[in-house]
C-alpha cells in the first residue's frame, strides 16, 4: 500500500541552523500538507501546497518557513533560522485531491522529530 | 473562536469492552469531521470522515456519530482490543479540505 515517507526520522540542530526536512508524498496526490506537534500539545496546520504553490497557511508558518516541492517526488520544509520553539514532530501529509466539501483522505507520514538545542 | 473540545482527556477500559468518546466543536462554517487514531511517536490515521449532512459514519468496530445542530460528534469503538490502545483525534475543517482545527486527543488504554 503506497505511504507517505519522511527523512529525517529524527534532526537535531543547534538554534539558529537552518533545517530541510523531506517528505515524499504519495505518488498520484495533488495536494501536500505539514503539520507539527508539540510533545504533549495537539497537532497544528502550518500550510498546504498545490500546483507549485502554496493554498493555505497558519499564523506559524511565518517567513522563517518555506515549502518547495524540489522535483517530481520530494516536498519539502525548511526553517531557516531554528528557535527553541521549533523543537516538535513534524507531519507530513498528502491528498489526492481537495474539494469544497474537503472530503478527500489525507494520509500522513511518520513524521521528523526535530529538535533544537 | 474555532476550537474542538474532547473528552475525556483519557480513558482506561478493559479488552473486549466498548467506549465512547466526545468531541464538541464550535468551528463555522462547519465542511467535515474527521476522526483519527494516532499511535505513539507516529503519524495520524483516518478512522473516519463525515460531512454536515452524515450523522454516522462506521470503520470496522469504529462508529462515528454527527450532529451538526448541536456540533457534537462520538466516536464508538466496539469490542476492545489491545491494539486500540491509541490517542484518538477529532479535526473539524471550516472550509476546504485543509484539517485547520485538532482536538487535543483522547488518550485510551485497553488493558487486558
Known amino acids: 500500500e503506497p505511504e507517505v515517507t519522511q527523512t529525517p526520522s529524527h534532526q537535531v540542530t543547534q538554534m539558529g541552523q537552518e533545517v530541510i526536512l523531506r517528505c515524499v508524498p504519495i505518488s498520484n496526490h495533488l495536494y501536500f500538507y505539514w503539520y507539527r506537534q508539540i510533545l504533549g500539545q495537539k497537532v497544528e496546520f502550518l500550510v498546504s501546497?498545490?500546483?507549485?504553490?502554496?493554498?493555505?497557511k497558519s499564523e506559524i508558518f511565518d517567513d522563517q518557513f518555506s515549502v518547495e516541492r524540489p522535483d517530481g517526488s520530494n516536498f519539502t520544509l525548511k526553517i531557516r533560522s531554528t528557535k527553541l520553539e521549533d523543537s516538535a514532530m513534524y507531519f507530513c501529509?498528502?491528498?489526492?485531491?481537495?474539494?469544497?466539501?474537503?472530503?478527500?483522505?489525507?494520509?500522513f507520514g511518520p513524521g521528523t522529530r526535530l529538535t533544537v538545542t | 473562536k474555532n476550537q474542538v473540545e474532547q473528552s475525556p482527556q483519557s480513558l482506561i477500559i478493559l479488552e473486549g469492552k466498548n467506549c465512547t468518546l466526545q468531541?464538541?466543536?464550535?468551528?463555522?462554517?462547519?465542511?467535515?469531521l474527521r476522526w483519527y487514531k494516532q499511535d505513539t511517536g507516529r503519524g495520524p490515521v483516518s478512522l473516519t470522515i463525515m460531512t454536515f449532512s452524515e450523522n454516522t459514519k462506521s470503520n470496522g468496530r469504529y462508529t462515528a456519530t454527527l450532529d451538526a445542530d448541536t456540533k457534537q460528534s462520538s466516536l464508538h469503538i466496539t469490542a476492545s482490543q489491545l491494539s486500540d490502545s491509541a490517542s484518538y483525534i477529532c479535526v473539524v475543517s471550516d472550509l476546504g479540505n485543509t484539517p485547520l482545527v485538532f482536538g487535543k486527543g483522547t488518550r485510551l488504554s485497553v488493558i487486558a
Open positions: 468531541c464538541n466543536y464550535t468551528v463555522s462554517p462547519f465542511s467535515n
Open positions: 501529509a498528502s491528498s489526492e485531491l481537495a474539494g469544497q466539501l474537503g472530503t478527500y483522505e489525507q494520509y
Open positions: 501546497f498545490y500546483n507549485n504553490e502554496i493554498s493555505e
